[in-house]
């Protein structure tokens, strides 16, 4: 009969006979070893591919991780990354062999969201872009990680009557990993957004990987607002009317489809995507009845990812709208890097 030993309020440890007895042990030893190295900053390495803007790598190198290669194909959010992290990430992964790739304890991969994506076409793997899950494959086989992290959209698990996901487990095992994953949302760990992501962690030696428990924060879309925001961000009444009017129709036919309208005391947002530039519709902020609603700022889209002020926004709005669409939620990786890089050690 099984049992678990709770680890400093930290993880869960299994113990199934002798095995998981050893295990678990196993398990202690490097917990200890990780404390005396020191519980804020330890030392580990890692790679950041798809990086985008790189919020996967923030909690990451917040706990004394090294980034020894990045890569990300656009150019405007390797520009991004540049100013930020003081690198320019390498360009097309497919052009790059993994030999080329120094050694590293920790792979980190957003992979592009649009073939498994409900915003998408759903292609999958009959798309090109679906591919490159084997890029990253290549890259684990050449290379074993002691941990791997992946991110994707929710509907990854289902794409394809669920075959797509089956598929990257399967590579995966075959690559002697054990995978755990799990759908986490934005507005569960403290950020006023309902985001949902599927996180895939893959660790060798069989074990497997216990997922962070929903902090369930009070959370207020007011807290990620800014004061003064400039009127080029209130829309036009043309786009305001067509709203309007979209909204209507999908009402008439029985669905929810259309804009999103939020005030400062609304607890989260719609999620962010990489078209919000577009026309804003999932997210607009009420202005009172006498002002058309208006759209969120870059900075503020920023905060609703939960990067800090801190970080640069070098690029036009554009662009910027389509980076941090993108981007993973900061807080929601933070709080699973922290359970995760116990198992670097």
């Not at 980190?108 to 649009?114: H, I, R, S, V, Y």
């Not at 207020?220 to 003064?228: A, E, F, S």
């Not at 009444?237 to 309007?244: S, T, V």
Request: aromatic share 14%; charged share 25%.
């Amino acid at each position: 009969m099984g049992t678990a030993l709770l680890v400093k309020g930290i993880f869960k440890l299994p113990i199934h006979g002798l095995e998981g007895f050893l295990n678990s042990v196993f398990m202690l030893m490097k917990f200890h070893k990780c404390l005396r190295i020191g519980k804020n900053k330890m030392n580990f390495t890692f790679i950041d591919l798809f990086s985008g803007i790189g919020g996967m790598r923030v909690p990451f190198s917040e706990l004394g991780g090294k980034c020894v290669f990045s890569s990300e194909i656009d150019k405007f959010a390797r520009k991004t990354y540049q100013v930020n992290w003081n690198e320019e990430p390498y360009g097309d992964i497919t052009k790059i062999l993994p030999e080329e790739i120094r050694s590293f304890d920790l792979l980190l991969a957003g992979f592009p969201c649009q073939p498994f994506s409900q915003a998408g076409f759903q292609k999958g793997f009959d798309d090109t872009r679906g591919i490159l899950f084997f890029y990253i494959a290549e890259i684990i086989k050449y290379h074993q990680p002691k941990v791997v992290l992946l991110e994707n959209v929710k509907r990854l698990r289902t794409h394809d009557k669920g075959n797509t996901f089956k598929v990257m487990q399967k590579i995966l095992e075959k690559l002697f990993y054990t995978v755990s994953s799990e759908v986490l949302s934005a507005k569960n760990f403290g950020v006023p957004q309902n985001r949902e992501r599927i996180y895939i962690v893959a660790l060798r030696n069989g074990e497997t990987f216990d997922f962070p428990k929903p902090t369930f924060e009070i959370t207020k879309v007011g807290n990620i607002l800014q004061k003064d925001v400039p009127e080029k961000y209130t829309i036009s009444d043309r786009l305001w009317a067509g709203h309007k009017r979209r909204k209507a129709g999908h009402r008439t036919n029985g669905n929810g489809f259309g804009y999103g309208m939020f005030t400062q005391n609304s607890s989260y947002t719609n999620t962010i995507s990489a078209r919000y530039y577009k026309d804003g519709s999932e997210i607009l902020i009420s202005q009172g009845d006498s002002r058309n609603p208006r759209k969120i700022t870059p900075r503020e889209a920023a905060r609703l990812q939960g990067f800090n002020d801190n970080f640069k926004i070098v690029v036009s709005d554009l662009q910027a709208y389509k980076q941090f669409g993108n981007s993973v939620s900061v807080p929601v990786v933070r709080s699973i890097a922290k359970k995760l890089v116990y198992y670097l050690y």
